[in-house]
């Protein structure tokens, strides 16, 4: 009787098993047509661990909040689908959650519109978020376009993000994108951050005990520049902010920046090593930058602590098109700059050094021209959608002859063993034996051996 009665248990719990291995669902959506659903809220309330929400094109007002272990995707893109939020707020939430994909919408409001807020799209103790091929822009009163905080594994992939909101002074702006308090592992892949009509002042940055972060693939600009931060792309932060009593002190660190186009960026520097402790910036061109008075920007750790910024380096960039303006520049942090390790460098005709004497840089290239193959301020064309990211891009390919091919050091034999590897792909592309450098964008997708 014991064995048939401990069959039985063990039959049920399979039957169980079964049961609850329910294929995925996939829920429609069409605010204007026949489908089950009108909103996408409304999908995702009857929506299932492991479900897709498919959204047919139209414009959809309201504040998406998804749920864990959701696919929620735009039939047609950002070109055709939006979430609107006219009075203000956020478009989406991403708030304890985790497991989420969401895929091709055009999030934006009506700058100006509504109370203060945080951020357009915005993500609260979550982890393993991916958003991709997105629009995300015209962020409502004092909002950043993208806000996150306290997350883990955060993904944003070819998206297109402009235009945050007005800050309560009515003078400057609030951010493109916002990394602060506590984030680990937040990747920016193939997005481009941009300003229109002098909106907007910072485009992305990390603060407040955020480590490990890959920004590659990027294009950052054209920029206004104006504001009260006036470094559109930092790792780091100027300000103490919102660090507290991090531990360790330092209010962010292990930065990838690679196989980025910095272009038409003002204010006071393109780029800032704004007192992380280790910051790698390789692989990446610079182009047109009226930035002044120098390119980039070292600045002490501003934490509690304070201190200088520690392991940082600058290596296979493109420095071009800048006239006679200096690269570097330390801010008040002599220390800083000592700890910035430069290598392998291209520097167009005039271009001055700053505060490191170029002739002292192992492997620099001086006085050349890159020679790109169709290099060009971008201008943003709503209607070509996330895929006209990678067309600027390829035009600053360098041409036959170029005095950078080949002129390149491998990166992971000059950084050792400060190069970070948190986030895997910031292995990917590093490692091959005999591999000849480029100077200048490099794809860094092979996995590294």
């Known amino acids: 009787m014991a064995k048939i009665r ?89 708030d304890h959650v985790e497991d989420v994909t969401v895929e091709g919408f055009d999030f934006r409001s009506t700058p100006g519109a509504g109370k203060p807020g945080d ?15 997105c629009y995300v822009h015209d962020a409502p009163n004092d909002s950043d376009c993208i806000k996150v905080n306290d997350c883990r594994r955060f993904v944003l992939e070819r998206t297109c993000v402009w235009n945050p909101g007005r800050r309560l002074d009515g003078k400057s702006y609030q951010e493109g994108m916002d990394t602060r308090v506590r984030n680990f592992e937040v990747t920016v892949r193939g997005c481009w951050f941009f300003q229109q009509d002098g909106v907007g002042d910072t485009l992305i940055f990390c603060k407040g005990g955020c480590f490990d972060i890959l920004w ?46 910095f272009v038409g960026l003002r204010g006071e520097a393109a780029f800032g090593f704004q007192g992380p402790d280790t910051s790698l910036l390789y692989n990446n061109v610079f182009y047109r930058n009226e930035a002044n ?40 942090a002599p220390a800083s700059l000592r700890n910035l390790r430069t290598s392998h460098n291209l520097y167009s005709p ?18 050349a021209e890159p020679r790109f193959v169709d290099p060009k301020v971008p201008v943003f064309d709503y209607s070509a959608g996330p895929a006209q990211i990678a067309r600027i891009r390829a035009g600053f390919r360098l041409a036959p002859g170029s005095a950078g091919l080949g002129a390149g050091t491998d990166p992971d034999a000059f950084t050792g063993a400060a190069h970070p590897k948190a986030i895997p792909a910031m292995r990917n592309g590093l490692g091959a034996p005999g591999a000849t450098w ?12």
Do not use: M
């Open 438 to 449: 480029d100077i200048g964008l490099r794809d860094f997708t092979a996995p590294a051996r």
């Open 6 to 94: 401990t069959r039985s248990v063990i039959l049920l719990l399979a039957l169980s098993r079964f049961v609850g291995s329910a294929p995925a669902a996939t829920l429609t959506v069409d605010g204007a047509g026949s489908a089950p659903f009108k909103t996408i809220s409304a999908a995702i309330a009857q929506a299932k661990p492991g479900d897709t929400i498919r959204v047919k094109p139209g414009t959809y007002q309201e504040t998406v909040r998804p749920k864990s272990h959701l696919r929620i995707v735009s039939e047609k893109g950002p070109t055709h689908t939006s979430v609107f939020v006219p009075q203000g707020g956020r478009a989406i939430w991403f």
């Open 350 to 367: 005039g271009v001055k050094g700053g505060d490191i004497d170029l002739r002292s840089e192992p492997g620099a290239v001086t006085g």
């Open 216 to 261: 590659e693939d990027n294009v950052f600009g054209p920029s206004a520049g104006a504001g009260h931060a006036n470094v559109p792309v930092q790792s780091g932060h100027q300000n103490a902010g919102e660090s507290g009593s991090f531990v360790p002190t330092y209010p962010s660190g292990r930065f990838v920046v690679r196989n980025n186009l």
């Open 293 to 332: 008075p120098s390119l980039l920007t070292v600045t002490d750790n501003p934490g509690s602590v304070g201190g200088p910024a520690l392991r940082l380096f600058c290596l296979n960039n493109v420095f071009a098109d800048r006239g006679d303006l200096p690269v570097y520049r330390q801010r008040n």
């Open 119 to 133: 951020g357009l799209l915005k993500l609260d103790f979550s982890s393993d978020i991916t958003v991709r091929d």
